[in-house]
């Protein structure tokens, strides 16, 4: 493969990362403005709830992103195998781990929502650590793509 068919391959993984990123980045802030608000009884319940399943949706199709054999993570691990290949399926694991927790924490609303409306403060610092974690995912996959990207352009 010639360099101008890489950087073209490069380019579009960067383009399909960004619009996944973006959406699931839109989902958190809709959460996190969900779980501001007053916990009024299963109106508020319910919105957290949607949020969380929102995420969870954008979240599992960024995942399925990430198994693309042309996707950003994949092409750095490949072109990279030695330095970025066990960080890469880090990540995945990371991502994979996020996933299940946000699915379990939905799974418990849905049916134990008398109890998670009784202790809104509980669920309010569980969601917001799940929502903490996967920021510091996202940041360690951020510094992964730019340690990829100065390699790619001969910085060392």
Do not use: K
Not at 41 to 60: F, H, I, K, P, R
Not at 106 to 111: E, F, I, P, V, Y
Not at 124 to 150: F, K, M, N, P, S
Request: hydrophobic fraction near 40%; glycine fraction near 6%; proline fraction near 1%.
């Amino acid at each position: 493969m010639n360099a101008g068919d890489q950087e073209s391959r490069q380019a579009a993984a960067f383009a399909a990362s960004r619009i996944d990123r973006d959406r699931t980045l839109r989902a958190v802030r809709r959460l996190e403005t969900a779980l501001a608000m007053a916990a009024e009884g299963n109106a508020w319940l319910s919105e957290v709830t949607a949020d969380l399943g929102a995420l969870q949706a954008s979240m599992a199709a960024e995942r399925r992103e990430f198994d693309r054999a042309d996707a950003l993570l994949a092409l750095i691990a490949e072109g990279h195998p030695r330095r970025f290949r066990s960080r890469v399926r880090n990540l995945r694991e990371q991502y994979d781990d996020l996933l299940r927790q946000i699915g379990s924490l939905r799974d418990q609303l849905t049916h134990d929502d008398d109890e998670a409306a009784s202790d809104a403060g509980d669920l309010r610092h569980r969601i917001g650590w799940t929502i903490q974690a996967l920021h510091h995912c996202r940041a360690l996959q951020t510094d992964l793509v730019y340690e990829a990207l100065e390699l790619d352009l001969g910085e060392r």
